[in-house]
């Protein structure tokens, strides 16, 4: 019996608009009542995943970004898996050799090197691949352009990063050209201590080898008493669905390998895949 869901935001949870559609909202709560355990697993930090979700009424736990962070319903650290500053220093080496935007997420706020001006348009080039019925102008007009812009910082140079001691969890790296960020990803994937992967056709992300949602995620609820076998997830994230959880659903709308990897299929997520999802569980529950 499934006692634990974990899903994934962007693509899965939320729909088209980047939003949580009631209908999700309600099935999340009727799962909680029925005492499953809503777990949200996503690239996101912590402040862009309660962007979406604040004000719904869910109680979760939270894996953010892309594995490197685990915090419980009342939002505490339970673990968090930082890459040291020389690998840091190292992948930095490798990307400022290519014209790209590169932030540093930390957990607390977002780091960005250059000036003020290049900060806008690199977050305007990146929430493009969100808004793309929106022109530049629009997109500094969204809600998500100003949360990500009021959670970053500048920044001098990556010695700055250093001479700070702060801590990175994550590079997210975005450009428009996608053979570079193919070159770059080949280059990166030579190193066994990183995990490259890629939300977007436009973006990488980049994490400690052990900051995986799958790996992860099984960790986590393994440690709450709970097993393999109990756990649910819907995502469009292959280290989760390629991995022997209970029942793993792909969206509707997922790349082909992602819904190959997994055992069920739901709707897409401008069909509210996941409420689908969760209601077709909870009624054959009862029946």
């Known amino acids: 019996m499934i006692k634990v869901i974990a899903s994934d935001m962007d693509g899965t949870l939320l729909g088209g608009d980047h939003r949580l559609a009631p209908r999700t909202a309600r099935a999340i ?3 909680c009542d029925a005492g499953i355990r809503f777990i ?3 690239g996101r930090d912590l402040n862009g995943a ?3 979700l ?3 009424g869910l109680v979760c736990d939270y894996i953010v970004g892309s594995g490197a962070e685990v915090r419980d319903p009342q939002q505490k650290i339970v673990s968090r898996l930082q890459m040291d500053t020389g690998m840091c220093g190292e992948i930095y080496d490798v990307l400022k050799t290519y014209p790209i935007s590169v932030i540093f997420m930390t957990g607390e706020c977002d780091y960005s090197i250059g000036t003020p001006e290049k900060l806008e348009e690199d977050l ?5 691949v969100f808004f793309s019925d929106l022109s530049m102008e629009e997109i500094l007009e969204t809600e998500m352009y100003r949360n990500m812009k009021k959670n970053t910082r500048l920044i001098r140079d990556f010695q700055e990063l250093k001479d700070r001691e702060i801590s990175v969890y994550k590079i997210f790296v975005f450009c428009c050209d996608t053979e570079v960020l193919r070159e770059i990803e080949q280059k990166l994937q030579k190193n066994e201590r990183l995990a490259v992967a890629s939300s977007y056709v436009n973006n990488l992300e980049i994490t400690d080898a052990r900051a ?3 790996p992860v995620l099984k960790n986590y609820i393994e440690s709450l008493g709970y097993t393999m076998e109990e756990v649910g997830d819907s995502m469009n994230d292959y280290s989760m669905l390629s991995m022997d959880f209970g029942a793993t659903v792909a969206m509707g709308n997922s790349e082909p390998e992602i819904i190959k990897a997994a055992k069920y299929m739901t709707k897409s997520n401008e069909e509210d895949g996941v409420a689908y999802a969760i209601e077709e569980m909870l009624r054959r529950r009862k029946g």
């Open 54 to 56: 604040d004000g719904m």
């Open 212 to 214: 995986q949602k799958g």
């Open 50 to 52: 309660l962007q979406e």
């Open 29 to 31: 709560r009727s799962a």
């Open 40 to 42: 949200v697993a996503t």
């Open 124 to 128: 305007r080039q990146n929430l493009q």
